[in-house]
């Protein structure tokens, strides 16, 4: 078996003794004896993610299995003098927030990013299965309860153009009745295509980890600056192990 994954710093494997030899897919192909290129970058993003599998593809389409563990929907990549750089709004001003920083959190971002998440995993979905892979999505380094929340305005839309009732800033968007009214009817379809088609796609790694019983049971985890340690990646090897259904 064939596996290639794609993420963040979570699946590159920072703060492990070793990324090479003790990221979860270096665990998983040690363990498991399956072949993994990992092709995760710390800091990435999911146009990254996206732009990297698809070019990987389309050079060698040997794989059965992509992994693509989602990053934090508001890192970007912009390409300048022919050099992709990942950039993360607001990350450096967490403590202090302006108010550019609350308008992009709570208007630009649910709207613009999360919907261009969504868009994305449609996007990969197909060039996966045009190349006859399987593809499996999941949270890692970000917080789904968030999301799921930044997520609800497109699941409470009624279909009765009410949009004011979402909390949408309408002056702002600049964007006609109509034209939203499709948009959003759109995207709870794409919504819904994501959840059927990835099942895991909302299942929040980081606060299953985080949990009493899970602590209780596997001990510490956790490095000290936020990522797993080295035997935290090994429980997510075997995590992803019992997903592709190897023997454990």
């Known amino acids: ?22 990221s979860w897919p270096a665990q998983l192909a040690d363990k498991y004896g399956v072949k993994v290129v990992n092709l995760a970058q710390a800091g990435s993003s999911n146009q990254r993610a996206v732009r ?76 996966v299965k045009m190349r006859g892979c399987k593809l499996l999505v999941s949270s890692l380094s970000i917080q789904i309860d968030q999301y799921k929340k930044e997520l609800s305005w497109i699941q409470d839309y009624k279909n009765d153009c ?24 759109s995207l709870k379809a794409i919504y819904d295509l994501v959840l059927l088609d990835q099942p895991d796609f909302l299942f929040d790694v980081y606060v299953h980890m985080k949990g009493k019983d899970f602590c209780a049971q596997h001990g510490n985890v956790w490095a000290p600056h936020g990522h797993p340690n080295d035997q935290g990646y090994a429980w997510l090897a075997d995590y992803f192990a019992s997903k592709l259904l190897l023997d454990i």
Request: net charge negative; hydrophobic share 40%.
């Open 162 to 185: 009410d949009f004011r009732s979402l909390g949408m800033p309408l002056n702002e968007f600049n964007i006609g009745i109509k034209d939203l009214d499709r948009k959003i009817r």
């Open 52 to 127: 990297i599998g698809i070019e990987e593809l389309c050079r060698d389409n040997d794989y059965d299995w992509i992994i693509w563990g989602i990053a934090p929907a508001s890192r970007i990549e912009l390409l300048k003098q022919g050099k992709w750089h990942q950039v993360w709004p607001w990350a450096e001003r967490r403590s202090s927030r302006s108010e550019i920083d609350r308008i992009y959190t709570e208007f630009w971002h649910p709207w613009n990013d999360v919907q261009l998440l969504l868009l994305l995993t449609v996007q990969f979905l197909s060039v």
């Open 1 to 22: 078996m064939r596996i290639l994954t794609l993420g963040d710093s979570w699946t590159y494997g920072s703060e492990s003794s070793d990324p090479e030899t003790m």
